[in-house]
Every structure is written in C-alpha cells, then in structure tokens.
C-alpha cells in the first residue's frame, strides 16, 4: 500500500499533471464565459431574427398537451425542444474556434522560437578563416613534400 501511495504521489506531482489540472480549471472557467456569451449576447440576437422571445424555447411539437376543463394539465406535451442543442452547439463552435486560435498562435510562436534559435546557432558558429597566400603556399610545400 505504500509503494502505491508514494506511486500516486509522484504522478501526482509530476509538472505536467500540474499543468494539466490549471488547464481544466482556466478551461472551465472559460466554458462559463463561453456560455454565458451564448445566452446574453448571441441567443438574444439570434431570437431578434427568428422572431422569438427566447431562443432556447425553439421546439417541434409532436402531441400537443391534453387540458382538463379548470386548464390543468392531464397528459403533458411530446416535443423535440431543439433550441438548447443548438444552442449547445453554438457554445461547442465558439469552444473548438477559440482553441484552434489558441493553438495556432502557440505553433506560430513555437516556429518562430525555433528559427531564432537556428538564426543564433549560425551566428555563433565559428567563422572559417580566410586563406591567405601564406597558408595556400603551406598547402601547396605539404604536397610537393609527400611527392
């Protein structure tokens, strides 16, 4: 039991876990920001051209409900409340949209770090040194020497 504890721990405390768990925190708190763009601001313009008091109340429905006399409710209706999914869907589009902006800037980063880094080690490698006439005569003595 332990060795499991002390198994856990180190995965646990693993930097990348750590990163991991800040990610699903900020994540959803972004999911909340993402959501409430979608109910306050994009629903209601949505509604505006569907002409409908609330988007989310979009529905098909397949048997209307049964009514008694006094107006109470005896069989409820069937329908297909369509709204919420879309909607959902419009939260989804905005997610995946704003990660794939998140993640596109990060490789357009990451490239550009990398080309630094091979601009730099082309700058730091160490020059050739220019042949002089001296060092072209030394060649040329060298191998008249091994003839």
């Known amino acids: 039991m332990r060795k499991f504890l002390n198994d856990f721990k180190a995965f646990a405390l693993k930097g990348n876990i750590l990163d991991m768990a800040v ?10 920001i993402v959501t409430s763009l979608v109910n306050d601001i994009i629903t209601p ?3 505006l051209l569907t002409g ?5 109340d979009l529905k098909w429905v397949i048997n209307p409900a049964v009514y008694d ?4 409710v005896i069989q409820a209706e069937t329908a297909l409340t369509y709204g919420n999914f879309i909607q ?5 589009l905005i997610i995946a ?16 770090m990398e ?4 601009k730099e080690e ?17 060649e040329i003595r060298d191998s008249l020497k091994k003839d």
């Open 122 to 138: 082309i700058e730091e490698a160490p020059a050739e040194p220019e042949e002089t006439e001296i060092s072209i005569l030394k």
């Open 45 to 47: 313009l949505i509604s």
């Open 115 to 118: 080309a630094l880094k091979k």
């Open 88 to 92: 959902t869907i419009i939260d989804f």
């Open 23 to 32: 990610g699903v925190v900020v994540g959803g708190a972004f999911g909340k």
């Open 69 to 72: 006399e006094a107006g109470k």
């Open 52 to 56: 409908r008091v609330s988007f989310t």
């Open 97 to 112: 949209f704003s990660i794939f902006v998140v993640i596109r800037l990060m490789m357009n980063a990451q490239k550009r």
